[in-house]
């Protein structure tokens, strides 16, 4: 069993055939191969359970930045408990060049800042969901759990194979490593499959009921008048 971080270790110096009483594998340096392997695997792909809310009380400033979230990762805001409709940073900067008053509720993020049109009449609660980096690992409670120790174990059998890539590259046998890092990769994007599968039949309202903002003509149309219809 893979469930928590004294477990990877266990797992880990039972395959390098070790232990943490001699210098070349010490707890230090087994608590940073585990923070290294759990940094790259949380954040390899956008994984639904390093997904984020977090919210704030809504003012008329534009420009929002949330500690912790990853870049150009919020995929879903709420001002007043009303959707606003993400658009990329250059074409959002076109619209209000265009638009200086526009009131159409969109937003964008550039980097790590969060941009919300200031002229969209939003109050009430600022709610953002993005993809947020976990912490650091506790390395000192044998129990602590990874991102995915909940229901992902597989991705703790990826951690190990990590902590492996990195040992064997400390003991200058780059063929290991290298074995040991595609072992990891393998199971992270199999794991990533079996979501991605999972979250198939996910319907979603990008066409239909919504209008779209126009932003070479600064107006908005609806699935119903196409402009080249005719």
């Given amino acids: 069993m893979l469930n ?3 477990e990877i ?10 232990n943490t009483s001699v210098s070349f594998y010490t707890d230090s340096i087994l608590d940073d191969f585990l923070n290294q392997a759990h940094r790259f695997s949380a954040g ?3 994984w639904p359970f390093t997904e984020g809310r977090v919210s704030t009380t809504y003012t008329t400033a534009e420009e929002w930045n949330f500690e912790g979230y990853k870049a150009d990762s919020f995929r879903m805001i709420q001002v007043g408990g ?4 993400k658009k990329n940073f250059r074409d959002y900067q076109l619209y209000l060049e265009e638009n200086p008053n526009g009131d159409d509720k969109i937003y964008s993020d550039y980097g790590r800042t969060l941009f919300i049109n200031p002229y969209a009449g939003g109050s009430g609660t600022l ?3 993005g993809q947020y980096m976990p ?4 390395t000192s409670v044998p129990t602590t759990e990874t991102v995915f120790s909940p229901g992902e174990e597989e991705g703790n059998e990826a951690i190990v194979n990590l902590m492996l890539s990195y040992a064997k590259e400390r003991e200058i046998d780059k063929n290991s490593s290298n074995d040991y890092y595609n072992k990891a990769v393998v199971i992270l ?3 990533w499959n079996k979501h991605q599968q999972e979250q198939y039949a996910y319907q979603t309202h990008d066409t239909g009921m919504f209008k779209r903002i126009d932003i070479l003509n600064g107006s908005e ?3 119903e008048i196409k402009r080249n219809q005719f």
């Fill in 135 to 138: 912490a650091e690992l506790d």
């Fill in 4 to 6: 928590n971080i004294g």
């Fill in 127 to 129: 709610v953002a969901y």
């Fill in 221 to 223: 149309y609806g699935d």
């Fill in 189 to 191: 994007d199999n794991l």
């Fill in 82 to 85: 009303k959707m606003y409709e």
């Fill in 9 to 18: 270790k266990n797992t880990f110096l039972i395959r390098i055939q070790g």
């Fill in 44 to 46: 390899y792909h956008k």
